[in-house]
């Protein structure tokens, strides 16, 4: 009696299997990068939720209130006051014995006409509203750049890791070849050993790679209120921006018109000059225009007749208030108020020199930064010939195990540097813009420009 055999699956082409792999990679990356954001959309979302920014914004907000109440002083002042009583009347000679109720309402109104004081707090509010644009422009501006900052941070620590992982299978690599050339007496157990040491510095640097990333994708979820944010990438290959103008004097002469802290500056020394005003003014007189009525009604008599009265009295005058003497102390006012006005003076030049060194650095940053990636473009290219020389040289045996490995780590670390500084020289063109006080989120625009679509 025959068994029957049992039917099998068909044999898996070995090359299936990787296959299958590769395309359920590549489905999983185009997944991910259609969840990607952009950084105009990361910033936008920050711009919502960072506490910071929201803080400067409210206090905007309430330096527009405060700077509107200024206009109090100058404006008419109207009041109106009613009240009501009754009084008890005795008299022994002729006897009378009664009571009765008064009631009396009273309208005022009072026009400044000439108060110098007030109008010196009037246009104070003017520069105050200034201060609280430029204030809240210096909050945006930190905004874009902390948003940035944390942005490519993610993106270089996920090259970081990338590059170690590439790394250590490159060395694993080197390291199965070196146990194979021993096994068959083609070399030495030093250079299986030195490929084992490699490999095992390569791990712990895989696991403080991840711990990185992890740490810098925490702080960009807690900046955009998302979680689990995906930053895009850069294109490859990228073309940086060039600087625009091309003059470090340039840039510095836009920051004079432009920089908040120059003009918070510069309204500082403008409210300083009308605190001496309002200082100067407490020798002054003041006019003001009065105007009263009332009316005054007693339903039950007064002490003099039972009969009801109502009276009405209107009142129409000038009031004028001349200071004599204030016992020095408009006098010492006044020094005070010249001292603070020369200080804010000094605070400008002081905000003038800071913004101009802030831009030269930062333009000499930016110059510096595209050397570097030019540099390290070329580096690249020269590791990776490196490279591949010493691994024909370690096949034919001319080369030992420690040359191929050092050759793979200044690849990567090449690699690693050069991603790093493109970020940098980004960074640096958002830098200076925030230098010379030009910075706006329509930059961020060209930036979105290269990253993956």
Do not use: C
């Amino acid at each position: 009696m025959t068994t029957p055999k049992k039917l099998q699956a068909p044999a898996v082409p070995p090359v299936i299997a990787p296959l299958s792999m590769a395309i359920a990679l590549a489905l999983m990356a185009v997944a991910q990068q259609a969840q990607a954001q952009s950084l105009v959309e990361l910033y936008e979302s920050a711009r919502a939720f960072d506490a910071s920014y929201q803080s400067a914004r409210l206090q905007y907000d309430a330096n527009l209130a405060r700077a509107e109440q200024a206009k109090a002083g100058i404006l008419p002042t109207a009041g109106l006051a009613a009240g009501a009583s009754r009084t008890g009347f005795e008299n022994t000679n002729p006897v009378v014995d009664r009571s009765f109720n008064t009631q009396n309402a009273t309208l005022t109104a009072t026009q400044p006409l000439y108060r110098p004081q007030n109008w010196a707090t009037y246009e104070q509010g003017a520069r105050q509203v200034d201060q609280a644009k430029a204030q809240l422009e210096t909050a945006e501006q930190d905004l874009i750049v902390r948003t940035s900052q944390a942005y490519f941070d993610v993106l270089a620590a996920q090259d970081t890791l990338a590059f170690v992982q590439a790394q250590k299978a490159a060395v694993a690599e080197q390291l199965a070849s070196a146990k194979r050339n021993f096994e068959v007496g083609t070399s030495t157990i030093t250079d299986t050993r030195e490929a084992q040491a490699r490999y095992d510095l390569v791990i712990a640097q895989e696991i403080a790679a991840e711990n990185d990333l992890r740490v810098k994708k925490i702080a960009l979820d807690q900046l955009v209120g998302k979680t689990e944010s995906q930053p895009k990438g850069l294109l490859a290959p990228v073309n940086l921006p060039p600087v625009v103008p091309a003059d470090v004097n340039t840039w510095v002469q836009q920051s004079e018109a432009v920089h908040p802290g120059i003009r918070l500056a510069q309204s500082g020394l403008d409210i300083a000059e009308l605190e001496v005003k309002k200082a100067e003014a407490g020798h002054k007189p003041t006019l003001d225009a009065t105007a009263s009525y009332n009316v005054t009604r007693n339903p039950s008599g007064t002490t003099q007749t039972a009969l009801s009265t109502r009276t009405n009295t209107s009142t129409v005058g000038l009031l004028l208030n001349v200071p004599l003497f204030a016992g020095f102390a408009t006098q010492n006012r006044v020094k005070e108020t010249l001292a603070l006005k020369d200080k804010a003076r000094s605070d400008l030049d002081g905000a003038r020199r800071t913004v101009a060194q802030s831009t030269r650095t930062a333009y000499f940053g930016v110059l510096s930064g595209q050397g570097q990636v030019k540099a390290l473009e070329a580096a690249e290219l020269s590791s990776q010939s490196a490279l591949d020389a010493n691994k024909l040289g370690y096949q034919v045996g001319v080369r030992i195990n420690i040359d191929v490995l050092n050759a793979q780590s200044q690849l990567f670390q090449t690699k690693r540097d050069l991603a790093q500084a493109r970020y940098n020289v980004l960074l640096g063109g958002l830098r200076l813009r925030q230098a010379n006080g030009t910075l706006t989120p329509e930059d961020l625009r060209q930036i979105n420009g290269l990253l993956v679509k």
